[in-house]
């Protein structure tokens, strides 16, 4: 059995959220032989090519990149089994066909932004905020054919404060889920981590499906700490929203008020100074940091010296 130091590790992931599982790898002395990232894709005004944030990090250390239209594609096959890793790594990157995620000796490991069996799927930071969960984690597991029902290697839980939305959770996570990793990999060279099939632990799962748009317009016809969450956890991205004088409003930061009322759900009520708050079933949501469509994002009482409703 190789060393930690010894493995062959090859990586693969694309936003800024996995660079720092690829750094804590490099710097914790890992052999990362190759990455795997998309494409380059056009970006800003002139749609120049642009690469990922996983590529710059990669060429900034002379570290191989593959970047694979189809994964299937021979060549990229070819190449891949020619950097004879002994396992792959997965950070934030798309599903993975059996015959990459199977291709090393010691398999595949991905870093789930969750506690898993919880929130599989595409958005398990959003969707754990805007449940109201209290906690949540990162999850190392190997890969198989479902989606994020491999085994479970190592879990290490954060807590989510009241403070907190998606964006800050993302940035905890991170750095946690780097952490775990070479803890993780650590731990199989030496043989000491011992799998747990989910199936074991699975009750009344939650679930974590990818967010579309009506996922984002804000219902006011439900609790003002339901509707909270909701902004907190689509904050920054992709960001709840709602409809102001035939606009579309975009709510980054709000505050909940539970009060008894007569004014219907959805009516809005300023000061035009200082406030800016929407009805709910039982109460207000104040909203504190917005964006009005074609303007920019900015605190309340600087959006409210150039509203009038």
Same mark, same amino acid.
Do not use: C
């Given at each position: 059995? =190789?060393?930690?130091?010894? %493995?062959?590790?090859?990586?693969?992931?694309?936003?800024?959220?996995?660079?720092?599982?690829?750094?804590?790898? @490099?710097?914790?002395?890992?052999? $990362?032989?190759? $990455?795997?990232?998309?494409?380059?894709? !056009? +970006?800003?005004?002139?749609?120049?090519? #642009? !690469?990922?944030?996983?590529?710059k990090y990669?060429? +900034?250390?002379?570290?191989?990149?593959? #970047?694979? &239209?189809?994964?299937?594609?021979?060549?990229?096959?070819?190449?891949?089994?020619?950097?004879?890793a002994d396992?792959? &790594?997965? @950070?934030?990157?798309?599903?993975?066909?059996?015959?990459?995620?199977?291709?090393?000796?010691?398999?595949?490991?991905?870093?789930?932004?969750?506690?898993?069996?919880?929130?599989?799927?595409?958005?398990?930071?959003?969707?754990? @905020?805007?449940?109201?969960?209290?906690? /949540?984690?990162?999850?190392?597991?190997?890969?198989?054919?479902?989606?994020?029902?491999?085994?479970?290697?190592?879990?290490?839980?954060? *807590?989510?404060?009241?403070?907190?939305?998606?964006? /800050?959770?993302?940035?905890?996570?991170?750095i946690a889920?780097? #952490?775990?990793? &070479?803890?993780?990999?650590?731990?199989?060279?030496?043989?000491?981590?011992?799998?747990?099939?989910?199936?074991?632990?699975?009750?009344?799962?939650?679930?974590?499906?990818?967010?579309? =748009?009506?996922?984002?317009?804000?219902?006011?016809?439900?609790?003002?700490?339901?509707?909270?969450?909701?902004?907190?956890?689509? +904050?920054?991205?992709?960001?709840?929203? /709602?409809?102001?004088?035939?606009? #579309? %409003? =975009?709510?980054?930061?709000?505050?909940?008020?539970?009060?008894?009322?007569?004014?219907?759900?959805?009516? &809005?009520?300023?000061?035009?100074?200082?406030?800016?708050?929407?009805?709910? /079933?039982?109460?207000?949501?104040?909203?504190?940091?917005?964006?009005?469509?074609?303007?920019?994002?900015?605190?309340?009482? *600087?959006?409210?010296?150039?509203?009038?409703?």
């Amino acid at each position: 059995m =190789k060393s930690f130091k010894e %493995l062959n590790i090859i990586f693969l992931g694309t936003p800024d959220f996995a660079v720092a599982s690829l750094d804590a790898l @490099v710097q914790s002395g890992a052999q $990362v032989v190759a $990455v795997v990232t998309a494409p380059d894709k !056009p +970006s800003g005004r002139g749609l120049q090519l #642009q !690469p990922s944030a996983v590529k710059k990090y990669a060429l +900034s250390h002379h570290i191989p990149v593959l #970047q694979p &239209v189809k994964l299937k594609d021979p060549e990229f096959l070819a190449a891949l089994h020619a950097f004879k890793a002994d396992v792959q &790594v997965v @950070v934030a990157f798309r599903m993975l066909p059996e015959v990459v995620w199977n291709m090393p000796p010691m398999g595949t490991i991905n870093v789930h932004a969750s506690l898993l069996p919880n929130y599989r799927g595409a958005a398990p930071i959003n969707w754990a @905020v805007i449940n109201g969960e209290k906690e /949540t984690g990162v999850t190392t597991f190997k890969l198989k054919h479902e989606i994020d029902t491999g085994n479970i290697l190592l879990q290490e839980k954060i *807590d989510i404060l009241p403070q907190d939305n998606a964006g /800050t959770i993302h940035d905890k996570l991170m750095i946690a889920g780097a #952490q775990l990793l &070479v803890k993780t990999l650590q731990g199989l060279a030496q043989d000491s981590i011992v799998e747990t099939p989910q199936a074991a632990m699975e009750s009344a799962i939650q679930h974590a499906p990818k967010i579309f =748009k009506e996922d984002m317009r804000i219902d006011w016809n439900q609790p003002a700490t339901t509707i909270h969450n909701r902004i907190r956890g689509l +904050s920054p991205y992709p960001t709840a929203f /709602t409809m102001l004088n035939d606009k #579309q %409003l =975009k709510l980054f930061a709000s505050r909940v008020e539970v009060a008894s009322h007569q004014t219907t759900a959805g009516m &809005v009520e300023t000061d035009h100074e200082t406030y800016l708050r929407f009805a709910t /079933t039982d109460g207000w949501i104040y909203a504190e940091e917005v964006q009005l469509e074609g303007k920019k994002r900015m605190a309340i009482t *600087d959006f409210l010296r150039g509203f009038r409703s």
